[in-house]
């Protein structure tokens, strides 16, 4: 599981560094129709169930947390509430306007002579982004997602989401049993799901701000719970007013800007790096899990640039290889919000992190 989820942030990444020369076409990927998360970038059979892999075309678009109908090839605002954009993974085929049958992977020209249309669709697991102003994780089942806010003091909620991050259906909801823990060894609180279904609340202490809570969550009779766990460096607000702001580091998942410079040499190139370790451990350390993935795969860059320019020296290959692989598990386990290997895996990055700075200083 561990590996396929790793996997498919890789083609991610990929996919999304690809999408930034928007004049290309992105590259076709294969997936399995029954498991998304199975991607690879040649036809084949699923890894899980063996069906033939079938062909999908995903970029990376800007899309208004609200309004899903909106597509942009850059950051922005939304035409319609002028809410900041946010991205999102979809599928790209091409379509007709005057036949929406047509549905195909290449472009093309329509019978009537039109060239045919883009069109987006969304992926599971395309949007991980949070819907109310909270913390969004991905469950370990690699299907339900969940967001969890404090929208006043003593009061707790959790949102659970579908693969398509859209809200569960009320009998789903239904299945869930949840319940929250402020501090290891007190007894839970459980979490009700309120009468309309939309969400589940638990009344717990007053804490103080950064406020650390662990939702335990199982979605379903024969499910293990999961845990979750959340540090809210302020309250939560629902539908946050448009801001001007375009990166915040703070509140969910923020945007990541423009990685590495261009050029300069690699001593700058290290000290980047540093700071961008640093970045990372001050989100560690304030349990803002679901914003590592920036600077951690903005480290993962660098560590490769540095590995580029300093062309003959094998002894960076194998910190550069640490900072890359735990770059992407700060990524994964970051969306899952799993503190212990959160610490594992940052602990892990900065050594290597270190190492890499020794041996370039040698040079
Ligand atoms: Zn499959
Ligand atoms: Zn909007
Ligand atoms: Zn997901």
Not at 83 to 102: F, I
Not at 161 to 173: C, G, H, N, T, V
Not at 310 to 333: F, H, R
Request: aromatic letters at 6%; one cysteine or more.
């Amino acid at each position: 599981m561990k590996a396929r989820v790793l996997a498919m942030l890789l083609a991610a990444a990929v996919i999304a560094a690809a999408g930034v020369s928007a004049a290309q076409l992105a590259p076709i990927s294969w997936t399995c129709p029954m498991h998304p998360d199975v991607l690879d970038d040649r036809k084949g059979k699923c890894s899980v169930c063996g069906m033939d892999l079938e062909p999908v075309r995903l970029v990376t678009v800007w899309t208004c947390p609200v309004h899903g109908v909106i597509f942009e090839p850059e950051p922005g605002k939304c035409r319609i509430c002028s809410r900041q954009l946010v991205t999102a993974t979809m599928a790209l085929t091409w379509t007709c306007a005057g036949n929406k049958q047509v549905n195909q992977i290449e472009p093309g020209v329509c019978p009537d002579g039109s060239p045919m249309a883009a069109k987006y669709s969304p992926r599971p697991h395309g949007d991980h982004n949070p819907k109310h102003g909270g913390i969004f994780f991905m469950a370990p089942d690699n299907w339900h997602h969940i967001e969890g806010t404090y929208p006043a003091p003593g009061r707790f909620r959790v949102f659970i989401y579908d693969e398509f991050s859209k809200p569960l259906a009320l009998s789903k909801a239904r299945q869930v049993r949840a319940r929250v823990v402020t501090k290891e060894g007190l007894a839970s609180t459980p979490l009700l799901l309120v009468r309309s279904g939309t969400f589940f609340e638990a009344r717990i202490d007053q804490l103080p701000l950064p406020a650390q809570m662990t939702a335990k969550i199982s979605f379903g009779p024969d499910d293990k719970e999961s845990r979750f766990d959340f540090a809210f460096p302020s309250y939560s607000k629902d539908q946050p007013a448009p801001s001007p702001a375009p990166v915040s580091t703070s509140s969910g998942r923020a945007q990541p800007s423009p990685a590495a410079p261009a050029e300069g040499d690699v001593a700058a190139l290290v000290s980047e790096l540093k700071t961008r370790e640093a970045e990372v451990n001050s989100l560690v350390k304030s349990g803002a899990f679901g914003s590592l993935y920036v600077p951690a795969l903005q480290a993962k860059d660098l560590a490769l640039e540095i590995q580029a320019k300093a062309a003959n020296q094998p002894a960076l290959e194998s910190p550069v290889k640490q900072i890359v692989v735990s770059a992407y598990l700060l990524d994964s386990y970051g969306d899952l919000g799993d503190r212990e290997k959160i610490h594992e895996a940052s602990r892990t990055f900065s050594a290597a992190v270190s190492a890499l700075e020794t041996l370039v200083a040698r040079r």
